[in-house]
C-alpha cells in the first residue's frame, strides 16, 4: 500500500479483526500442542503415565475445542462480511469450515497418537520394526488423508464460493498462521 493511503476504516477494523481471530486460533492450538509434547515427552522420561496429567490434557483438549469453535464461528462470519456473503451463504461456509475442522481435529490427535508410540517404540530393546513400520505407514497415510480432507473443502466451497473468494480465505488463513508461528518463534513479523 502506497504511503499516505489509508484502508478504508470498515475495512482497516475487519482487516484486524480477522487478523486477531486468526492469530488466537493458531496461538491456542501450537499452545496446547507444545504443552502436551512437553507434558508427553515429561511421562515418557519418568516411565509411567500419571493419572492426574491424562486428566488435564483431557481438559487442556476440551478447553482447546470450545475456543475454536468460537475462534471458526467468527472467523466465518468476518470472512462472510469481508466477502459480503449473503446470510444463508456464511452460513454454509460455517458448516463447511466446520466438518472440515473436524475431520482435520480426528486426524491430528491420530498422527500425534502415532508419533507419541512410535517415539516409545523406538526407545524400545528390541524394537518392533513390523509395528514400526505399520505406524510409519499409517502416519503417511494420514498425511494424505488430511490432504483429501483440504480437497474436498475446496470442492464444496466451489458449489457456492467464487475462486477469488476462496482464494481470499485461502490466503489469509495462510497469512494468519504464519503471522501466529512468528510471534511465538519470536521472529519479527514482515
Do not use: Y
Not at 8 to 37: C, K, Y
Not at 105 to 129: F, H, T, Y
Not at 130 to 148: M, P
Amino acid at each position: 500500500m502506497r504511503r499516505g493511503k489509508r484502508m478504508p476504516r470498515p475495512r482497516r477494523a475487519l482487516a484486524v479483526s480477522l487478523g486477531l481471530t486468526l492469530v488466537l486460533s493458531v496461538s491456542a492450538t501450537l499452545e496446547a500442542q507444545t504443552r502436551r509434547g512437553v507434558q508427553q515427552r515429561n511421562e515418557r522420561r519418568a516411565g509411567q503415565v500419571d493419572r492426574s496429567a491424562r486428566d488435564q490434557a483431557a481438559t487442556d483438549r476440551a478447553l482447546e475445542q470450545r475456543q475454536g469453535q468460537v475462534l471458526l464461528d467468527r472467523f466465518a462470519q468476518r470472512v462472510g462480511e469481508a466477502l459480503h456473503l449473503d446470510d444463508a451463504t456464511a452460513e454454509r461456509l460455517l458448516r463447511e469450515l466446520q466438518e472440515s475442522r473436524s475431520q482435520r481435529s480426528g486426524i491430528n490427535a491420530q498422527v500425534a497418537a502415532n508419533r507419541v508410540e512410535l517415539g516409545r517404540l523406538i526407545q524400545e530393546a528390541p524394537a518392533d520394526e513390523d509395528r514400526i513400520g505399520r505406524l510409519i505407514d499409517q502416519v503417511f497415510a494420514l498425511e494424505v488423508q488430511r490432504a483429501q480432507v483440504a480437497l474436498d473443502e475446496q470442492r464444496r466451497l466451489s458449489e457456492f464460493l467464487t475462486p477469488l473468494q476462496r482464494a481470499r480465505i485461502i490466503w489469509l488463513q495462510q497469512r494468519l498462521a504464519r503471522q501466529a508461528l512468528e510471534r511465538r518463534s519470536g521472529s519479527p513479523n514482515p
